[in-house]
């Protein structure tokens, strides 16, 4: 039997097929055992009509060999493109997104000299999950889905990685300030989870001022865990203070499949130019040898890669006069790197990987799961209207009420305008109005609600659409309006 790995390899767009060609030069170089599987992804799939961007026979590579090294590929802008990044990280189940960020200070020139963290940035859920509506002339919604196994798979992932990387701290990232069911819910797992781990020093910050004191004080921070949209944003910024974001590499894991990636795109401005710095694939590759138990090759080309930089051969965009001793094109750069393989840096930290292969939730179930006794006390029904005021919608829904419930509130973009609203009160045409049980917290039937609906229907009212209104073992799951 072989004793090569199978891996599956995409050469992208812009400056993809570059860096890859470098990246595949310096770990076959340094004795990587790859069997490589080439498929092709990005800009030629997608001029052929493919709105996905990958064929069905890629698939079949990815889902035979499980391990995909991926060079950036080019999203064309409309046109019901989708982007493959999200739908490979979603249709892969690849969870967790791992972006080390390292400042390698003196030999490239930053602000902070004392990074290195890691941001752990969910990968499947938020607003990634892509459900967007355009519900009147006058407000479009996109829904942030957080989910409680999604959750605990990210935050489990960033505890088992800190223990297995020696790393002491892990902060959580969160808004629940603002939104306390959603951010709320990953803040609670985070607590739960975090218990099982008492030997890691654990904390959470509010993510903006969070997000402030990592761009100024990155030295306090560790592992940092948070939801997708604030991992896509505060990781781009943190690579970016490493002094360029062509330096990065990202792991994409899931419990089955694996991909990894630069953190950057596909640069085509750079592209055919020799110029860009392959550096963020190579690093990408180094974390997929790890993932594939060559943890001595990953070594061997990250610490050549630390020499390297440490000799001052860089690319050009991160050349600075008076600290780099040779701007190098891409190839070049590659050369140098496969020159120092088995040399190790001497002033910064050597690299050391171990086998690290965690799996959080491969046979979850959850259809398993104990169920929450759920109630369902009211419901929001949301209206398309801009004939009046708030007060005059009130009075008019009135007459709709049916039997057994009773008008609540109405609000708008969140806020209470009925009853008691104040004319000062910015208003669009999107109205929430919330029904619940005449009797104080009773449950109430669906035929219920579709009877109110029915009864607003024929008011002449235009529905958008409805939320119920549930409590889970008694505790609402469902916020009040401002002011309310
Ligand atoms: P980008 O990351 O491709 O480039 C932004 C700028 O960063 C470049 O102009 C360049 O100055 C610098 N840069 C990036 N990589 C570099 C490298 N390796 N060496 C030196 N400098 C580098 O971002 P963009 O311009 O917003 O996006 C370009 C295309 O890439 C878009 O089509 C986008 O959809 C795609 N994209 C792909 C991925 C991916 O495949 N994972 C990720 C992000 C963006």
Redesign the pocket.
Known sequence: MSDKTPITVAY?D??GPE?MKVTLDVIQAAGAKLEIEEIEIGEKVYARGNTAGIESSSWESLLRTRVFLKA????PQGGGFKSL?VTTRKTLGLYANVRPCVSYYPFIDIKYPEMDLVIMRENEEDTYAGIEHRQTDQVTQCLKLITSPGSEKIIRYAFEYARANNRKKVTCFVKDNIMKITDGLFHRIFNEVGEEYPDIEKESWIVDIGAAKLATAPELFDVVVMENLYGDILSDVTAQMTG???LAGSANIGDRCAMF??I???????AGKNT??PS?LLLAAVMMLAHINQGDVASKVHNAWLKTIEDGIH?K?IYREGISKLKAGTREFGEAVIERLGQKPSTLKEASYKPFNVKTFDHYDYRKLKRAEKKTVGVDIFLHWYHGTANELGEKLKSTVTDGLKLVMISNRGVKVWPGGLEETFCVDHWRCRFQSANDGEEITHNQIIAQMQKITDAGFDIIKTENLCTFDGVPGFSLAQGQ
């Open positions: 992208g812009g400056i860096i950036p590929i080019t999203t990044n360029s974001v062509g990636e630069a950057h795109g596909s640069a085509p401005r750079h860009a710095n963020g690319t965009d």
